[in-house]
């Protein structure tokens, strides 16, 4: 009863900030359904990059990764205040990650991987230049579901010395499609109208059991926090804007970031500590090209 209470507490507390911020009905399908429809470009995005892939239960390390990401969607750009220009996109996704093709030693024991990403997410930022030439940081939030689709020791390695409880987290993982989050900060880079430079630093959540009630709370933990947040931002930059958008960034990737780490061992924080399982987690830095229509 008291976690129902709590859910119920935050719940009402986003629909207020979300009122506050949309003056009608009208409005709220003006700038979500019929802007997107209309006013959005095409977008086709393609990103490479590198990372890690971890499990604060499992004691081998994993061997890095290497991200292959391709993004279908709708993007928009349009003058905020004074020179600054927000960015508003939503976006399908699929991605491949798997462990660097290298020779290994004989003593070396890592876990490789291989693993499919694929969800949809949405895209937000505020940033300096014109509509052609434009430097905007952002960050993105993701909801994904991840298909572990093999793991093994190096090639020249030993069996891996893994535990059974280590086996039993792989295991979970192994074939199955679990759902996770992402959220990355990056920074895009209009090169002229329709090609844009992309770089990102992305990290991932993939949970091991989905718990309805716990992964609720914590999302709308997380996301009345990153309201309130926005709120604060906001006020920054109408009163400052070139200082305002850097303090804008800054502390959501912050508060983004922090609750990532704070997730990494109890994935539905703070709610069920005692019967959470250790979430499997990736993080890596990508850079690619995206292409407007």
Not at 95 to 104: A, G, I, W
Not at 251 to 270: A, I, S
Not at 275 to 289: D, Q, S, V
């Amino acid at each position: 009863m008291k976690r129902t209470k709590i859910l119920f507490l935050l719940l009402f507390s986003s629909l207020l900030l979300a009122q506050e911020n949309k003056n009608s009905d009208s409005e709220y399908l003006d700038e979500n359904v019929f802007d997107f429809i209309y006013k959005f470009h095409s977008i086709v995005e393609i990103n490479y990059g590198f990372g890690k892939t971890q499990n604060e239960n499992i004691y081998l390390t994993f061997e890095n990764i290497k991200n292959w990401d391709i993004k279908l969607g709708r993007s928009e750009q349009k003058n905020y205040i004074s020179s600054l220009i927000e960015l508003n996109e939503k976006y399908i996704f699929g991605s491949y990650l798997s462990s660097s093709n290298k020779k290994f030693s004989e003593n070396n024991s890592k876990i490789n991987t291989k693993t499919y990403h694929f969800g949809f997410g949405s895209r937000n930022g505020i940033g300096f230049g014109g509509l052609i030439l434009s430097v905007i940081p952002y960050i993105s939030q993701d909801f994904a579901w991840t298909n572990l689709s093999d793991y093994s020791d190096n090639i020249h390695s030993e069996p891996l010395d893994l535990s059974k409880n280590n086996l039993s987290i792989l295991n979970d993982y192994l074939n199955s499609i679990r759902f996770g989050d992402k959220s990355s900060y990056g920074v895009k880079i209009n090169l002229t109208s329709t090609v844009q430079l992309n770089v990102n630093y992305e990290t991932s959540v993939v949970y091991r059991r989905y718990l309805f009630w716990y992964w609720s709370g914590s999302i709308l933990l997380s996301q009345t926090g990153y309201q309130l947040l926005s709120n604060f931002t906001d006020e920054m930059i109408n009163k400052s804007p070139i200082v305002g958008t850097i303090f804008n960034f800054a502390l959501k990737v912050g508060y983004q970031y922090e609750y990532y780490l704070l997730r990494k061992r109890n994935m539905n924080w703070p709610f069920n500590s005692k019967g959470n399982k250790t979430p499997l987690t990736y993080e890596t830095f990508n850079f690619g090209l995206s292409f407007v229509f």
